[in-house]
C-alpha cells in the first residue's frame, strides 16, 4: 500500500484557521487568497478522507475530526521545523559565525531541538553543522576548526575542555525473536506463560556481564562514541570479538532487527523501535550502562558567543544546568 503524505502547507493552513477562527483571516497570512486557501483544504480533506471544516454562509469553523487533525498537526509541523533547521546547519558554510560538529546519535537525536531553540535566541546566527563519529568531534576541536563539538565518548582528551550537557544510557537490544528476548518485558498483547521450559530463563531474568561479554555482538565502527563506551565496559580475554561493525546506528538497528546478533546502542537511538516492539531491551546485571553526553572546545579557550549559548541550551535542555 503506498502512503500519500499530506502536504505540509496545507497543514500549516489548518493551524492558521483554527488559530484565527476564520478561513479569510488564515488566507491573509498564509499569503494567498480565500478561494486559494479553500482548495487547498478540500484537497487535504479528500487525502485525509475525513472531513476538517464545517462550512456555511456564516463561515468556516473546525469539525470536530478537524480539531483531533489540528492537535496532530502541531507536532509534525514542529518536527518538519527541527529537520528544516538542522538542514540549514548541516549545509552552512565553514565560515558560519558559529561552527559546531556532533558525534552522530547527538546529531541525529538531540541537535534539531538544541538548533531550534538557539534560533529563537539569536534569530540571526548562522551555524555550520559536522556530523562526525565522538573521535572525529575531538580532533577537529583540538585542531581549531570548530568552537564547540558534542560527543558520546566517556572519556575526553586532556588538549580540551569538557561540559557535560546531558545522560544518556546504552541498551542491549535482539530482535523479538532472540533468544534473550524472554529476559525483556512482556510485548504489548503477549499473553502471560507459565513456568519457563527446561534452558529457559525466567522473563525479565538480567542477563549477566559475562554472558553478553561472551557473545559476538553487532557494533558501531572504532572511533565512535557508543563503541568506546562498549569497550570500557568489556574489555578482557573473555570478550568475543564483533560479528560484525557498522558505521551508523541506522545500520546496526537494522542488522539487529534481521536477526544477526544482539547490539549494545543508545537509548536514544532505539526509543522508537523499543515502543513499536521491533527490538526488545534485554537488562544486565551487573554492568552501569549510564554515560554522560559531553559538550568540548579548546582547552584554555573561553567559550563565548553563539557557542557558548548553544551549550548553554543544550544543558537547559536536559537539566536546567547553568551557564559554563
Keep these: 500500500m503506498t502512503v500519500r503524505w499530506p502536504d505540509l502547507a496545507s497543514l500549516e493552513l489548518l493551524l492558521l484557521v483554527a488559530e484565527q477562527g476564520s478561513l479569510g483571516k488564515a488566507a491573509k497570512l498564509h499569503g494567498i487568497t480565500q478561494a486559494s486557501a479553500s482548495r487547498r483544504l478540500d484537497t487535504l480533506e479528500r487525502e485525509l ?52 560538529a556532533a558525534s552522530m546519535t547527538v546529531a541525529e537525536y538531540l541537535m534539531p531541538g538544541w538548533l531550534v531553540a538557539l534560533r529563537r535566541v539569536l534569530p540571526d546566527v548562522e551555524v555550520g553543522l559536522r556530523v562526525v563519529n565522538s573521535g572525529e568531534v575531538c580532533r577537529m576541536a583540538t585542531d ?29 537490544v535482539v530482535a523479538p525473536g532472540h533468544a534473550w528476548a524472554r529476559r525483556g518485558k ?60 557498522l558505521s551508523s546506528n541506522a545500520a546496526v538497528k537494522v542488522a539487529v532487527e534481521t536477526g544477526v546478533a544482539p547490539a549494545v546502542l543508545s537509548h536514544l537511538a532505539v526509543a522508537a523501535e523499543l515502543r513499536d516492539g521491533r527490538l526488545i531491551e534485554v537488562p544486565v546485571a551487573d554492568l552501569d550502562l549510564r554515560r554522560p553526553l559531553f559538550a568540548v572546545w579548546r582547552a584554555r579557550a573561553r567559550l563565548t558567543g553563539p557557542a557558548a549559548e548553544l551549550v548553554r541550551l543544550a544543558r537547559t535542555a536536559a537539566h536546567g544546568a547553568p551557564r559554563p
Design 186 to 245: 512482556p510485548l504489548r498483547g503477549e499473553p502471560l506463560r507459565g513456568e519457563p521450559l527446561d534452558g529457559e530463563p525466567p522473563r525479565g531474568e538480567p542477563l549477566s556481564r559475562a554472558d553478553l561479554a561472551a557473545t559476538p555482538l553487532v557494533v558501531r565502527e572504532p572511533g565512535s562514541g557508543t563503541r568506546y563506551a562498549l569497550d570500557r565496559l568489556l574489555t578482557g580475554p573473555d570478550v568475543a570479538p564483533p560479528i560484525l561493525e
Design 49 to 100: 478522507g475525513v472531513p476538517l471544516l464545517h462550512r456555511s454562509t456564516t463561515g468556516s469553523r473546525l469539525s470536530p475530526q478537524g480539531q483531533v487533525v489540528v492537535d496532530w498537526a502541531r507536532a509534525t509541523l514542529a518536527a518538519a521545523n527541527d529537520l528544516l533547521t538542522g538542514v540549514q546547519a548541516l549545509r552552512g558554510r565553514t565560515d558560519a559565525r558559529v561552527r559546531v
Design 144 to 172: 581549531g576548526e570548530i568552537d564547540a563539538g558534542f560527543i558520546e565518548s566517556p572519556v575526553v582528551p586532556r588538549e580540551l575542555t569538557s561540559w557535560p550537557v546531558a545522560e544518556d544510557r546504552l541498551v542491549v
